[in-house]
């Protein structure tokens, strides 16, 4: 059983920038992936990245903002967040799909294992 736990999360202004980190023991056998769901939205896929660290993919809307990484040496995979926006506001989740993340794409059924997920707020 993988359990996948992250952290990070909080209340910054637009503009700012938050780390939010996913940790579990054996992870770095895992591509991993980052989603987020608002209130009364579908759950989206936002990023993911291999096993090794060698490719990574975004969604248009945070290409630039936002920079996935890894230390497998940690079993820790981070999402860097930069010039947050209002509409960033959801919460996060990392979660580990059996394949990697081309053939996993962004949905949501492909993914095995699930952190609790962690709160972003992005107010003034």
């Known amino acids: 059983q993988l359990q996948l736990v992250e952290s990070g999360g909080g209340l910054v202004q637009p503009g700012g920038s938050l780390r939010l980190s996913c940790a579990a023991s054996?992870?770095?056998?895992?591509?991993i992936g980052w989603f987020r769901q608002a209130p009364g939205k579908e759950r989206v896929g936002i990023s993911c990245?291999?096993?090794?660290?060698?490719?990574?993919t975004y969604r248009d809307s945070v290409k630039g903002r936002f920079t996935i990484s890894r230390d497998n040496a940690k079993n820790t995979v981070y999402l860097q967040m930069n010039s947050l926006k209002p509409e960033d506001t959801a919460v996060y989740y990392c979660?580990?799909?059996?394949?990697?993340?081309?053939?996993?794409?962004?949905?949501?059924?492909?993914?095995?294992?699930w952190g609790q997920g962690t709160q972003v707020t992005v107010s003034s």
């Open positions: 054996g992870l770095h056998y895992y591509a």
């Open positions: 990245i291999s096993s090794t660290g060698g490719t990574t």
């Open positions: 979660a580990a799909p059996a394949s990697s993340c081309s053939r996993a794409s962004y949905i949501v059924t492909n993914y095995n294992y």
